[in-house]
């Protein structure tokens, strides 16, 4: 069973449609958790950290929220440059090593 | 300002034929890994290190090998490539182990025949 499920596997926007991308997580002892941005052919580019449920951070059109069993990725009046897949990512306690889910693949139609 | 460098950025290896990736980064890191990444799945993690001279295996290091001699490279070794080490490979690397930020390099995309 996976430790981090995003969802949906795809989504398809049309430029200035918002909606949120949702990562889910079970692990226990959560010390912190992470969006990456990831473009066709490059290595994911770290967006964000959240540490604790009710934390809030925001990059131009990204605003990143987190409950105790998930996170949300909301994009506000997306353009077609936010076309990409978004990646989540776990931190326990006492690991330390990240533990990505599968993505979001993001395509925002002009 | 190079970041984390990759090399090659594509390969093509026969069945049996061994291979190293190489990794360099030039921000004098303690952390580093490499990770594969394959349809439909996430980023699994084959080996790290958290500094010269310590190596770890992750969640997938079979058939890899890794040595650390410098703060600065990590290459990884593939002694017997099979085909279903078709994928494609990061290398990553931060500030040091439980540092909430990783930084990529842009991959090696890496066939088996």
């Known amino acids: 069973e996976d430790q981090v499920t995003q969802s949906p596997e795809a989504l398809r926007l049309q430029e200035g449609e918002s909606s949120s991308l949702n990562c889910s997580y079970t692990v226990s002892g959560l010390r912190g958790l992470f969006w990456y941005r990831q473009d066709p052919g490059k290595g994911p580019e770290f967006l964000f950290t959240l540490y604790s449920a009710g934390e809030e951070k925001e990059k131009e059109r990204l605003k990143a929220t987190l409950t105790k069993k998930e996170s949300f990725l909301h994009i506000t009046a997306p353009k077609p440059e936010d076309s990409a897949t978004y990646l989540c990512a776990v931190q326990v306690g006492g690991s330390y090593i990240p533990t990505f889910g599968r993505g979001t693949s993001l395509i925002v139609h002009p | 300002n190079a970041g984390v460098t990759q090399t090659p950025k594509f390969q093509v290896l026969k069945t049996g034929q061994s291979m190293t990736l190489q990794c360099a980064q030039d921000m004098n890191h303690e952390y580093m890994s490499w990770y594969r990444q394959d349809p439909g799945m996430g980023l699994r993690l084959i080996h790290y290190?958290?500094?010269?001279?310590?190596?770890d295996q992750g969640e997938v290091p079979n058939g890899y090998n890794v040595s650390r001699s410098t703060t600065e490279d990590f290459p990884l070794r593939l002694l017997s490539a099979a085909p279903s080490q078709t994928s494609v490979y990061f290398c990553a690397s931060s500030v040091g182990f439980r540092s909430e930020k990783l930084f990529f390099g842009s991959g090696t995309q890496l066939s088996v025949l």
């Open positions: 290190s958290v500094g010269a001279g310590i190596t």
